[in-house]
């Protein structure tokens, strides 16, 4: 798709692997364009997603060299912030595996995803505002929901960088291991919702998505098409024979 992004199809999941590692993978316009083009394919085919990045980094921030000719019709366009909402609006699951640097609009992509898990010299953190600039492609909003006010506000008005164990206790990762087997584990858990039911899978995304003022509406309205669903009729069915046999 993309000199810059290199997709992988597998069995359960796309495997889209960042690859800049010249440039710590920043994210540039072609980068972001690809990622778009990416998005707009599962939006339809709606498989779980995983993002990595090459060379033992997942994404150092935006490019600078382009970010220093933007201007404000720039700004307000959002380049990196709708792309980052596509992200965060895919149906299905999308796991981050950060290993090393993720920085900046790096870090904001991350935040973007469902699920992160991290690697040892996973460096992550929004130090936008020592550029002259603010962290406005999602960090300002979401960041506060993953790890809190408190550490949110310090991090975005400081520019403090956390390492992989304040990461993992802070709940911004939900894992800290070596590269390999942090990819091995965001596979396994592609596979672990692969096996599940990909209504019901999509159902919880968009209640989890939702505004706190939408619950419980949202909820009650996504389990009553459920309910009615022939799949959810055929696993019970399945869970209440196996229990039977047991």
């Given at each position: 798709?993309?000199?810059?992004?290199?997709?992988?199809?597998?069995?359960?999941?796309?495997?889209?692997?960042?690859?800049?590692?010249?440039?710590?993978?920043?994210?540039?316009?072609?980068?972001?364009?690809?990622?778009?083009?990416?998005?707009?394919?599962?939006?339809?085919?709606?498989?779980?997603?995983?993002?990595?990045?090459?060379?033992?980094?997942?994404?150092?921030?935006?490019?600078?060299?382009?970010?220093?000719?933007?201007?404000?019709?720039?700004?307000?366009?959002?380049?990196?912030?709708?792309?980052?909402?596509?992200?965060?609006?895919?149906?299905?699951?999308?796991?981050?595996?950060?290993?090393?640097?993720?920085?900046g609009g790096g870090a904001e992509l991350a935040y973007a995803a469902d699920i992160r898990i991290g690697t040892p010299t996973l460096k992550i953190g929004n130090p936008e505002t020592g550029l002259g600039i603010i962290a406005a492609a999602g960090a300002t909003w979401r960041l506060q929901a993953i790890v809190g006010e408190a550490l949110a506000n310090e991090m975005l008005l400081t520019g403090r960088i956390l390492g992989a164990d304040e990461a993992l206790a802070a709940g911004l990762v939900s894992a800290v291991l070596e590269p390999g087997a942090a990819l091995a584990r965001a596979i396994d858990i592609a596979d672990r919702i692969a096996e599940l039911d990909p209504a019901a899978t999509q159902a919880t995304k968009r209640a989890l998505l939702a505004p706190l003022s939408a619950h419980p509406e949202i909820d009650l309205a996504e389990q009553a098409v459920l309910f009615e669903s022939p799949e959810k009729q055929r696993r019970m069915t399945e869970f209440l024979e196996r229990r039977s046999k047991r």
């Open positions: 798709m993309s000199e810059t992004l290199r997709i992988e199809d597998r069995d359960s999941f796309v495997l889209a692997t960042l690859d800049r590692p010249e440039k710590r993978n920043a994210i540039d316009q072609e980068l972001v364009d690809a990622l778009h083009r990416l998005c707009a394919r599962l939006e339809v085919e709606r498989r779980t997603l995983v993002l990595t990045g090459s060379g033992g980094t997942f994404a150092a921030g935006a490019d600078i060299a382009q970010l220093r000719e933007r201007r404000a019709t720039d700004a307000l366009a959002g380049i990196n912030t709708r792309c980052f909402q596509r992200i965060r609006a895919l149906p299905m699951p999308v796991i981050a595996v950060l290993d090393g640097y993720a920085l």
